[in-house]
């Protein structure tokens, strides 16, 4: 067992019994080939619950500053973070992200960038739309709903894969595609409130 593997479990064993999850839709998540998940941003604990729920290994970009932490410097890495420059355009950054998804992994992001503070989702940046149509890889809109309270049910719910090829092909706009992202997210949010 890989430390990914390892935490993945050691968090899902201390998570579990606080927060009942109900896990939806991952009849949905491909099997094989790059994967760009897109969720909304409602708790801090958003990136672990995708990297435990996702039937794949995630990764995700996590600012710079956590990797000048000596406790998290030498975990991030093996966790699948890379570090990404907040505010800047991280060159580095955006080639690893799209390496990642044109080698047919599976990369998590937040389009909203930031935690919503009233629960309800925010606009996305481009950079979702910049990812999926980059990155040879379909996108899988993922739905968090909270609250995040203890002993409440916690849903997860992953929609069905959005192909970009279609988007590819006409030259869709990135603000296009994060607008097309946001609106499935927002369905799924919708479809599954109650």
Known sequence: MNMYQFTKSLVWTTLKPIYRFDIRGLEHFPKTGGVLICSNHIDALDPPVVGITAPRPVHFMAKEELFNMPILKP???????????RGLSDREALRKALALLK??????????GTRS?????GKGFSGAGFFALKGEA?????AIIGPY?????LKVVYGEPILMQPYRDRKASADE???IIMNHIQKLLDANKS
């Open 103 to 112: 080698n047919g992994d599976v990369m998590g992001l937040f389009p909203e």
């Open 177 to 179: 595609v994060t607008l």
């Open 75 to 85: 975990l991030l890495p093996k966790l699948n973070a890379f570090p990404v420059k």
């Open 117 to 121: 503070k009233d629960g309800k989702l």
């Open 149 to 153: 309270k203890p002993f409440k049910p």
């Open 138 to 142: 379909d996108v899988v809109p993922c």
